[in-house]
């Protein structure tokens, strides 16, 4: 069992900027940041590998988004810039055996933080 705690969600002005954070129990796995949007399916935003060096993200959150991971602390963040209304969403940290972008792969899930993002 994995439990996994996120942290760092808060109001921020477009444009602004925010870390968010997710402490795990264990750190052998593939961690994953999803988010979900008000009245919106939940969607991927990005993963990082084990070792730290293999990212994904989302194509339309690229550049602004950056994913990142400290073994050591077991701990994994998502750097976002240039925030935008649109961005509004609970954010979710979740871990996986295998690297993917849907749902379903990740079995540990996080409680979520809120991010909103105000205009």
């Known amino acids: 069992q994995v439990q996994l705690v996120e942290s760092g969600g808060g109001l921020v002005q477009a444009g602004g900027s925010l870390r968010l954070s997710c402490v795990a129990s264990?750190?052998?796995?593939?961690m994953g940041w999803f988010r979900q949007g008000p009245g919106k399916e939940r969607e991927f935003v990005a993963h990082?590998?084990?070792?730290?060096?293999?990212?994904q993200y989302a194509d339309d959150l690229k550049g602004r988004f950056t994913i990142s991971r400290e073994n050591g602390k077991n701990t994994v963040y998502l750097q976002m810039n240039n925030l935008k209304p649109e961005d509004t969403a609970v954010y979710y940290c979740?871990?996986?055996?295998?690297?993917?972008?849907?749902?379903?792969?990740?079995?540990?899930w996080g409680q979520g933080t809120q991010v909103t993002v105000s205009s």
């Open positions: 979740a871990a996986s055996i295998r690297s993917g972008i849907r749902e379903e792969e990740y079995k540990y």
């Open positions: 990082i590998a084990r070792n730290g060096v293999s990212t």
């Open positions: 264990g750190s052998a796995y593939v």
